[in-house]
């Protein structure tokens, strides 16, 4: 399973270091029960289009909504249960086919 890059580990000039600043200016937080599903894709949609007007592709969108789960959703999605990690691709993915 592939987790969110420390940010110690992560190049300040990538997209994926940029963007962990733009996904912590996110106001809105997606939480269980409280539209948290339309939360997560709304956020992954504003991921996508960050990512790919820098020239990024899937695997930096991925990585930012990994920081977006750990960061923002209320509970997180547990990326180790391979139930979770397929609806979060999933998600990503719906997001990606909106944002061409």
């Known amino acids: 399973m592939q987790s969110s890059i420390a940010p110690e ?47 990024g592709g899937e695997q930096e969108a991925w990585q930012l909504l990994l920081y977006y789960n750990a960061t923002k959703c209320d509970p997180p999605w547990d990326v180790t249960n391979p139930g979770d990690e397929a609806a979060l691709r999933h998600k990503l993915h719906d997001a990606m086919k909106k944002q061409r």
Not at 26 to 41: E, I, K, N, P, Y
């Open 9 to 55: 580990f992560c190049d300040p000039g990538s997209i994926v270091y940029g963007g962990k600043a733009y996904v912590d200016r996110f106001d809105r937080r997606a939480v269980g029960g409280q539209g948290g599903h339309t939360s997560l894709f709304i956020a992954a949609k504003k991921i996508v289009g960050f990512v790919r007007r820098l020239g």
